[in-house]
């Protein structure tokens, strides 16, 4: 069966006679048992058995299994959130004395948890040029138990050498794990090139409507099952079937809604770089933006997500231009139905690769509105910026100097 197909045709679970094309919602805390043997032995259950509503129900399993078929992988649990999956596997694998290897540009919000509470832990974190399978060699030893990549990097969207990277970590002994979220199983299968972890958000492309927040951390090794399954339990970390559902349904419509606005994002993307006020369109598909080789040799397709840096002059304007536009949406996340505009920092995210381009750039995140309506939106903005840089030019006699 092909991914487009397997999006849809969701593992229905056991039932008695009754069958729906819609996924059932099984709600649960409380799981019954026949007697009182059956449920002294729940413990001995094998990772599927239903032995508590944390441990999943019918509805999360349909999601798990759909998730672990899509990927290539033995099995996937579900979390409240992306960046709770990416949290699992890292508390799953580190201990004190222990260090990881994180990629520069990795998600924020886990830079914050490696550097405060994996710190804290007594876990050694360093940070690697995601460009550079070398940088993780020079700086692998004994210790290092982790390796965390995600391809292509957070906002500045560097595609990583994962191949090259997972060969020099099991040289190593360490485990590799990556952050799938742009891409998903449909355009690339972080396991198939020797990743342990996958981990994705749920909450974006999957849920698809901007309602949900969950995540997914999928596994090559059946050895992990059972001591994720166990760490779950004692963090008390599960998800609503309620969300689950939501997912499998937003699962369904996932391939031609990525397709759609990617083919868009690729038009609109590609229309931006010709611009005056356009440094650079950072962009995995486009030729010149970082990894693009590596993107084009292990990526099967490319996602509506993308950044943009502009000029110097125009830079400190941005904020400004988006006043007013009519389609576009400000705000962070992404993979709903809407178009979005995320204006987003870097300088200070980066230490192993220190940034070298514009203080922000502008992270696009297209959705499924027409493409005619979001190109004028675009041409709007980029009017506004033109007319706000050359203003600011007149206004100074002596240019200012530009921050790097
Ligand atoms: C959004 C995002 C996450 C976190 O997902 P949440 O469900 O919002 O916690 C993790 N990684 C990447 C690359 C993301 O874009």
């Given at each position: ?116 509470d994996l710190v804290r832990m ?256 675009i041409d709007r903005f980029l ?22």
């Open positions: 069966m092909q991914d487009t197909s397997r999006c849809i045709l969701h593992p229905q679970p056991e039932t008695d006679g009754f069958r729906t094309l819609a996924v059932p919602v099984y709600r649960a805390s409380t799981i019954v048992f026949p007697d009182a043997a059956a449920f002294a032995a729940r413990g001995d259950l094998a990772p599927d058995g239903y032995t508590y509503g944390l441990h999943g129900t019918p509805t999360t399993r349909m999601l798990e299994r759909s998730l672990s078929d899509l990927q290539g992988g033995v099995w996937t649990f579900l979390t409240p959130s992306g960046q709770a999956a990416v949290v699992l596997a890292m508390l799953a694998v580190l201990s004190a004395g222990d260090t990881v290897l994180i990629a520069d540009t990795v998600y924020p919000p886990v830079r914050q948890f490696a550097d405060l007594g876990v050694t974190v360093r940070y690697f040029d995601p460009l550079s399978p070398e940088d993780v060699a020079r700086q692998i030893d004994a210790r290092t138990r982790l390796v965390w990549c995600e391809s292509p990097g957070s906002n500045t969207m560097e595609v990583m050498d994962l191949p090259a990277i997972t060969a020099i970590a099991h040289r190593h002994g360490a485990l590799v794990g990556c952050d799938n979220t742009w891409a998903t199983a449909l355009n690339f299968k972080p396991l198939r090139h020797g990743v342990d972890f996958v981990a994705e958000a749920l909450t974006k492309f999957h849920g698809g409507h901007a309602d949900l927040l969950m995540g997914a951390l999928t596994l090559r090794d059946e050895a992990l099952i059972l001591p994720l399954r166990n760490l779950i339990g004692r963090l008390g970390s599960g998800v609503s079937p309620d969300d689950a559902a939501l997912v499998l349904r937003g699962m369904e419509t996932m391939p031609l809604r990525l397709a759609h606005a990617s083919a868009v994002a690729l038009r609109l993307a590609t229309r931006l770089a010709g611009h005056p006020a356009v440094h650079r369109v950072l962009h995995p598909a486009l030729p010149g933006s970082p990894g693009h080789d590596v993107w084009l040799r292990d990526f099967t397709g490319s996602s509506p997500l993308f950044s943009v840096e502009f000029t110097p002059e125009a830079t400190p304007h941005v904020g400004a231009a988006l006043h007013g536009l009519q389609i576009f949406a400000i705000g962070a996340s992404w993979g709903g139905t809407r178009s979005l505009l995320a204006p987003q920092p870097i300088t200070g995210t980066r230490t192993a690769r220190p940034w070298q381009g514009a203080a922000q750039i502008l992270r696009f995140s297209i959705g499924l509105e027409a493409e005619d309506d979001l190109t004028r939106d009017d506004k910026l033109t007319v706000a840089s050359a203003d600011a030019r007149g206004a100074n006699h002596h240019p200012s100097p530009q921050p790097t």
